[in-house]
């Protein structure tokens, strides 16, 4: 029974360690996500032209590490995580973007 | 589902101290007995597993090769007629699926489940139920594929579209019968299973090592495993979504590959082929990996560049996902896109040839042995340079407008297959064999086995180049007189038949060389003089794998704890195995208890597969066994509470992770199971 | 001699009759070049094929060596070999060498990829000659437009200048372009005497082309595996003089005349809604009507029922045009001959075939795919036969006698 | 030394000092990202591939798809205060948050159900075109992983109901949590490229 408890606190220890973000914190993060959708769909609404697949991209972009670092978190976790999760999206993308390549798919955007 | 009750534990051979414990009889009870023929169906035991997997490999194997020799008696003559052209379509194509995703991927999977916690010092693979899972899901899978040559007639409804099932040609409009239906489930199904199994061994090579086996001290075969692994993990998807897309397209009518509706048939092309070559480097690495330990085994010499044999595993890895459209040379692909992908498709020549030297080099200037293991690791780096050779000509892509689709490809991926992937399983059959089971194979019969199957490849692969250089397309079910096909094609199939006599003499050698042990003396823990750690322990290897966790120092522990230098740097003995080896006799060890549960669930999805193609109703029936076994699955904790339980040193152990890792599995495979 | 050479000899002679070997009498040879586009793969892959040979020489040829020199010869001989565990500068050599081995044959084989896949100004004397070829389970079409014909504006349906099937003319000496498609599977058009392959993938036109440099008959198959009869889906490159050609062209132009003023009338009778229906007197018009009546649901034949046809009833759309039938010496996906190698014509397996096709080739007539057995009395076949027969002028003699495979 | 040390703990350290579960999953989001990726290339590919039927403007509705991509965005956070909550011990907050973030998922599948039948009523079937088999499929797909997770979250609730579900167990919900917002991130990733940039 010791046993199991000096676990226990070892566990706790060690999520202490890592020192967890506050739920305010939290909140945060998330009225920064909900603001970013809102400028998405705003974006989408009013004409910005050639802008608005650039702007979309790196609103989405940002969204997408904001959720990965802070609600996965990614950022305290060890780097192999990371390691994964990037490595899973760069494949993914490099393989699958060079397949719509050869299609031509570019072509159907005016740059 | 039949509960039975078997009261007693017994961890190992004559073990005094299994305990008798009462149980409740009941849905969550535990199965207990580790012997027995119904205690391969509980077992969670990444050994049993492993011979599960080899075995049911090798039935394939048999199957598929049957395959090839109807084809080759097809074959042998002008206009023959053995097989309908129907029946012939079908054969080929199973051949193909079977021998890649039913033998020579399992086969893989039989060394990795076996091999990798032996060599890494682990007790067993971090989720044993979920290594389970894969096997039974794989055999599930398997077996529903071949069912097809069954159901509805014999031959009738068999995948005939060829393994890489062009679009639209696999579509309902051309291929009306079942078979292609079976094939994008089926290979679905297989597809799960791979990824379970991948999942797992990632996090065992990541997570459970031994002490002091950091990643840079595990065998090249481990290395080799792990990037397979990898290369399944990311390909298995890529094919999933192809399968995926196949199924809908006809099962539900949807419009991904008609082309009158606007779709690209190119596409299923690119997804077949993003996994289909990764796929290739998943074959091919694992026999990489058993020469690697083989040859520096026979030479008794290290292997030659350690970290220039595991790098070069990790740049094919890579280099392999960048190459898939070279099988798209002549399929109208922009001259750009090909000239790219020809150009990756000449370098990936490079690590692989970094490879075949430095065992050349392993090799040079030892003390070699030519016994069979040694004789098939060796037939393997000549017959593979063939393969690869020649693949560097159609590499150009200008060239290989003239070979796509010939029988030359035909000979090039055989040598490749064959040549480098079965000779190399077949020198791990060889190796490993007095491990697995406590005895040798016969040495005289294994000679014999090797020389048919190597004079059989060269004769039924050495000549498909010039029938594919003299212009004989590939999947042909027959050919006319006058084109000078007729001489090699009936060399070809004598060839194919040598062939088969090879692996007739290694079934009888496993049955001849098991009641010719009982008169020999046990082959102890280290009948080669080898050096990886699982050489350390009994053979064949307690349940428990290691009495206590091994202290690695150095790339090749085991070779050093038998063998120091002497002052002038001269290699001498100083233990012989018996003294540094462990005995095996522990029995306090907490072992992960067998499960029910992972042969419910994996019943489940050829049920729900057969639902798919026939009566939607039996969808309910698989998902219910599928529901059932993850509801149990996740009652159940990793470990059974009432098992015996004194001792918790042992790496590897679930412990107090348990729960969550039961959450995790059932997560992942509700999941897997809705992807399927 | 002792083993060693003796091996390497072997292996050298295994290599010269690997060549040889492939030069018997094939007529799909790869090695046998009769153009330059396939006499440019060649002049690349002979020389790759010999370094690849050196290079297998050297590996097996060491492994031979190892297995003379360092193998255990003598068991009790404990002594263990110095554990040599790499040499970087060794491993670092032969990770450069081999990768500037290829980029040297890197580089003809980019130009050459560049070459044969370059089809903007080909060297020919009809300016704008462009030939589509479709691939159809299982048998090729052949349409032809002199006007030139637009990939991204056409499809295959836009009117050809002539429409022909199996055998696809060219004349010798020119760069012909080609658009290779299909109408239903993917299937893949390769002639190995005059060049490689291209996949013929529908809703895709690839560019591609082909030259032969002397007259000649040029055998071809489909590479890609595309059903049942993939094995019997061949065709043939006629290369004849320009002038034959030119002759050639007048009369595919054409639609169908009958030989003889009594079956001319007897079709124009039975073309014109107005005129009085003439009851068929000969074979050949008996054959005429039956066309007209029964193979109008598949086949077209211009002059014979254009009026009556409008598309195949097969899941592709399209059964092989027969307006000059017999201007072939090949039908059927190429894999049967319509004369003897003494120029008479023969028409047993024409019969044969239209008696039972699924049997003659697999077929799967009952889903739309291939020709089904029409269940014709021995009597209408002969009258179809006459028919067919009077469909076109006779191929040159040199293409009858080269139909003929032995 | 090292026994004892072993002997301590109820299992030694792993190598990377991460639980085998929680690399597992990690290495699984890895493969999913190639699956996701293959469903939203295949979409990308087809989608102007109308075959005469509706255009993704003709029937996309972006008010309602922002919204319940905002419901969606909302769960992740209530996820992340559920573990948050757990991890001080408060099982009650967990269990609320835990049933919040369920409820959410199942307005967000409930959302998809009632685009796909409006959809539907549009003339967009899933046979209709390449374009409507690929986006049916991409987010019948995606929808499918969101009916998981609220399973999975649902079983949460009911263990910790039970009272099962403590403090100690927090690497269950840690790890549902990160499928749960997997499955948000690709959102974020489809409704920006399928819906947004039509």
Redesign the interface.
């Known amino acids: 029974m010791t046993?199991?408890a000096?676990?226990?606190e070892?566990?706790?220890e060690r999520?202490d360690e890592h020192d967890?973000p506050?739920?305010r914190s939290?909140?945060g993060?998330?009225a920064v996500?909900?603001l970013i959708?809102a400028a998405?769909?705003l974006?989408?609404?009013f004409d910005v032209g050639p802008f608005?697949?650039p702007a979309?991209?790196v609103?989405?972009t940002a969204?997408?590490f904001i959720?990965?670092a802070?609600?996965?978190h990614l950022k305290q976790?060890?780097p192999?995580?990371s390691g994964?999760?990037v490595?899973?999206?760069a494949?993914?993308?490099?393989?699958?973007i060079t397949?719509?390549?050869?299609?031509?798919?570019w072509d159907?955007f005016d740059f | 589902m039949a509960i039975t009750e078997e009261a007693t534990k017994e961890l190992t051979k004559g073990d005094a101290v299994a305990a008798t414990v009462e149980q409740p009889l009941g849905i969550l009870t535990r199965p207990t007995s580790t012997k027995g023929w119904k205690s391969w169906l509980t077992t969670v035991d990444h050994k049993r597993i492993g011979i599960l997997y080899g075995g049911a490999a090798l039935l394939f194997f048999v199957l598929g090769g049957l395959e090839a020799l109807a084809m080759r008696i097809q074959l042998a003559t002008p206009n023959g007629t053995f097989l309908s052209a129907e029946t012939y379509n079908q054969v080929f194509t199973m051949h193909g699926v079977t021998m890649i995703f039913l033998v020579a991927m399992p086969m893989a999977a039989a060394f990795a489940n076996y091999l990798i916690p032996l060599q890494i010092g682990a007790r067993d693979v971090a989720f044993p139920r979920l290594n389970a899972l894969s096997f039974w899901i794989f055999l599930g899978g398997g077996l529903f594929l071949v069912s097809s040559q069954f159901i509805g007639g014999w031959w009738s409804n068999a995948p005939d579209c060829g393994w890489f099932c062009y679009q639209p040609n696999g579509g309902v409009i051309f291929s009306p019968s079942r078979g292609v239906d079976y094939y994008a489930i089926g290979l679905q199904i297989t597809g799960i299973a791979s990824l379970i199994s991948a999942v797992n061994l990632i996090v065992t090579c990541l997570n459970m090592r031994t002490r002091g086996m950091s990643m840079f001290r595990m065998p090249v075969l481990t290395w080799m495993l792990l990037v397979t692994q990898f290369l399944l993990l990311f390909a298995i998807p890529v094919i999933t979504v192809g399968l995926f897309l196949l199924m809908f397209a006809r099962l539900f009518d949807a419009q991904f590959f008609n082309v009158a509706a606007g779709a690209e048939p190119l596409l299923w092309q690119h997804l077949f082929w993003i996994f289909g070559h990764p796929e290739v480097y998943i074959l091919v690495l694992p026999a990489f990996g058993i020469v690697s330990e083989v040859i520096p085994t026979f030479s008794r010499k290290p292997i030659f560049g350690y970290s220039f044999m595991v790098f070069s595993g990790i740049a094919i890895g890579f280099m392999g996902w960048g190459v898939w459209a070279h099988h798209m040379f002549a399929s109208g692909l922009g001259p750009i896109s090909v000239a790219a992908f020809s150009l990756s498709t000449m370098f990936i020549a490079v690590p692989t040839g970094v490879k075949i030297l430095n065992w050349l080099a392993t090799m040079w200037g030892g003390k070699l042995t030519f016994n069979t293991p040694m004789l098939f690791a060796v037939a393997v780096v000549s017959m593979f340079t063939i393969g690869g050779l020649s693949g560097v000509t159609h590499a150009m892509a200008a060239v290989d407008t003239q070979q796509t689709d010939t029988y030359y490809i035909v000979a090039h991926f055989h040598y490749v297959v064959f040549g480098g992937i079965i000779n190399g399983l077949f020198a791990g059959f060889y190796f490993w064999w007095p491990k697995v089971f406590g005895y040798k194979l016969n040495e005289k019969l294994g000679k014999t086995n090797f020389w048919l199957m190597i004079i059989g490849m060269n004769l039924t692969f050495g000549p498909m180049h010039i029938l594919g250089l003299q212009g004989m397309s590939r999947r042909y079910y027959t050919y006319s007189g006058g084109y000078g096909f007729e001489l090699w094609n009936m060399v070809v199939s004598i060839g194919a038949f040598t062939i088969a006599l090879g692996v007739l003499t290694f079934i009888i050698n496993i049955f001849y060389s098991k009641r010719k042990a009982a008169e020999l003396p046990p082959v102890g823990p280290d009948p080669w003089d080898s050096r990886s750690l699982e050489w350390m322990i009994s053979s064949p290897p307690p349940d428990h794998n290691f009495d206590e966790p091994i202290d690695v120092h150095g790339l090749d522990e085991f070779w050093h704890r038998k063998y120091g230098y002497d002052d002038d740097g001269k290699v001498i003995a100083f233990a012989t195995a018996a003294e540094v080896a462990q005995t095996g006799d522990r029995t306090d060890v907490h072992l992960p208890s067998p499960s029910y549960w992972p042969i419910v669930v994996a019943t489940g999805l050829p049920i729900i597969g057969y639902g798919l193609i026939y009566s939607l109703w039996l969808c309910v029936v698989g998902g219910l066994f599928v529901v059932t076994g993850l509801f149990g699955w996740a009652q159940e904790p990793a470990d059974d509470p009432n098992a015996v339980h004194d001792d918790h040193d042992e790496p590897g152990d679930d412990g107090d992770d348990a729960q969550g890792a039961s959450a995790l599995e059932q997560s992942s495979t509700e999941e897997m199971s809705v992807d399927g | 001699m002792n083993s060693r050479s003796g091996r390497l000899a072997a292996l050298a002679v295994l290599a010269v009759v690997f060549l040889a070997g492939c030069a018997s009498d094939a007529p799909l040879d790869s090695l046998d070049p009769k153009g330059e586009y396939a006499q440019s793969i060649d002049n690349l892959f002979v020389p790759v094929f010999w370094v690849a040979v050196v290079v297998f020489v050297l590996v097996f040829g060491a492994t031979i060596v190892m297995w003379w020199k360092f193998r255990v010869k003598d068991p009790s001989d404990d002594e263990l070999p110095a554990p040599v565990a790499g040499n970087t500068s060794v491993e670092i050599g032969w990770t450069i060498v081999p990768a500037l081995i290829l980029g040297i044959i890197a580089v003809p084989s980019m130009a050459l990829l560049f070459d044969i896949r370059d089809t903007t100004d080909l060297d020919n004397d009809y300016e704008n000659l462009d030939v589509v070829v479709v691939g159809q389970q299982w048998w090729w079409e052949y349409r032809y437009y002199f006007d030139g014909f637009d990939p991204d504006v056409d499809d295959f349906d836009t009117p050809a200048d002539i429409v022909t099937a199996n055998q696809l003319y060219i004349p010798a000496d020119q760069e012909i372009p080609l658009y290779i498609t299909s109408r239903d599977v993917i299937h893949s058009f390769a002639v190995p005497n005059l060049n490689g392959t291209m996949d013929a993938v529908p809703s895709l036109y690839s560019p591609w082309k082909i030259q032969a440099d002397e007259p000649g008959l040029y055998f071809g198959t489909c590479r890609e595996f595309c059903g049942l009869s993939h094995a019997l889906m061949r065709t043939q490159v006629a290369a004849v003089e320009q002038a034959d050609f030119d002759i050639w062209v007048g009369q595919q132009r054409q639609p169908y005349t009958a030989p003889d003023e009594q079956l001319q009338a007897f079709l124009d009778a039975a073309r014109d809604p107005d005129a009085e229906a003439i009851e068929p007197t000969t074979a050949e018009e008996r054959g005429a009507a039956l066309f007209r009546s029964l193979c109008s649901s598949c086949h077209l034949a211009e002059g014979v029922n254009d009026d009556l046809y409008d598309g195949a009833e097969l899941v592709s759309g399209a059964a092989p045009n027969l307006t000059h039938f017999s201007s072939r010496s090949s039908f059927a996906g190429a894999i049967f001959e319509l004369y003897k190698a003494d120029g008479s014509a023969d028409t047993n397996q024409l019969e044969a075939w239209i008696r039972n096709p699924p049997a003659e080739k697999p077929a799967d007539a009952e889903n739309k795919r291939g020709m089904p057995d029409l269940g014709l009395s021995e009597a209408q076949i002969d009258d179809v036969v006459a028919f067919l027969m009077t469909t076109g002028e006779e191929p040159s003699d040199f293409i009858k006698q080269e139909t003929v495979v032995e | 030394m090292a026994e004892a040390a072993l002997d301590a703990h109820e299992h030694p350290e792993t190598n990377t000092g991460m639980s085998n579960s929680k690399l597992a999953l990690w290495v699984f989001l890895g493969s999913e990202c190639l699956l996701f990726g293959g469903l939203i290339s295949t979409y990308l590919l087809y989608r102007n591939e109308t075959n005469g039927g509706p255009t993704a403007s003709d029937v996309f509705e972006i008010p309602f798809t922002s919204v319940s991509s905002f419901v969606l965005l909302l769960s992740s956070l209530t996820m992340v205060l559920a573990l948050s909550a757990l991890r001080r011990g408060d099982e009650t907050r967990n269990r609320i948050w835990l049933l919040t973030t369920a409820m959410l998922g199942a307005v967000f599948v409930g959302g998809q159900v009632y685009e796909f039948t409006a959809f539907l009523r549009e003339g967009l079937g899933f046979t209709t075109s390449p374009f409507s088999s690929a986006f049916y499929t991409l987010t019948g797909f995606h929808g499918v992983h969101v009916s998981v997770g609220i399973v999975m979250l649902m079983s949460l609730v009911v263990v910790s109901l039970k009272g099962d579900l403590s403090k100690e167990r927090a690497e269950t919900v840690e790890l549902i949590g990160l499928y749960w917002h997997f499955v948000d991130v690709v959102w974020i990733f489809i409704f920006t490229v399928v819906y947004l940039t039509v």
């Open positions: 046993e199991t000096t676990t226990v070892a566990e706790v999520h967890h506050s739920d939290y909140v993060v998330a996500l909900g959708t998405e769909v974006t989408y609404f608005l697949i979309l991209m609103m989405m969204k997408f959720v990965a802070y609600f996965m976790d060890i192999l995580f994964f999760f490595g899973g999206i494949l993914a993308s490099i393989v699958y397949m719509l390549t050869t299609f031509e798919f159907s």
